[in-house]
């Protein structure tokens, strides 16, 4: 059974850090590309950043760029977002999701079609 899991969601103060982890079971990350996107409420999801299945490329919204770093541990089948220096609105559910693109990922979700069950991200005093 295909499944991917986030984890490493909560809360934290502004300024703060966290670190989410997709882990995947039932299949290998490796030459997937791997996508985080996030929805917050009353908002349309948003793709934040994607690594491609090689590793050569990935990118970051405008959004989150310079706080946010992508990487992946094929050896562990688990891609990680670093997110510092949280902003309030930077508040959401955050999702990985996989798919068996070729090149670069650009953060469309039509890209994906693997999803987690999502984690939730809260930034605020």
């Known amino acids: 059974q295909v499944q991917l899991v986030e984890s490493g969601g909560g809360l934290v103060q502004p300024g703060g850090s966290l670190r989410l982890s997709c882990a995947a079971s039932?299949?290998?990350?490796?030459?997937?590309?791997i996508g985080w996107f996030r929805q917050a409420p009353g908002k349309e999801r948003e793709g934040v950043s994607c690594?491609?299945?090689?590793?050569?490329?990935?990118y970051y919204a405008d959004s989150v760029k310079g706080r946010f770093t992508i990487s992946r541990d094929n050896a562990k089948n688990t891609v990680y977002l670093q997110m510092i220096n949280l902003k309030p609105e930077d508040t959401a559910v955050y999702f990985c999701?996989?798919?068996?693109?070729?090149?670069?990922?650009?953060?469309?979700?039509?890209?994906?079609?693997?999803w987690g069950q999502g984690t939730q991200v809260t930034v605020s005093s």
């Open positions: 999701a996989a798919g068996a693109l070729l090149g670069d990922c650009s953060g469309s979700a039509a890209d994906f079609d693997s």
């Open positions: 690594i491609s299945g090689s590793a050569s490329s990935t």
């Open positions: 039932g299949f290998t990350l490796d030459w997937y590309a």
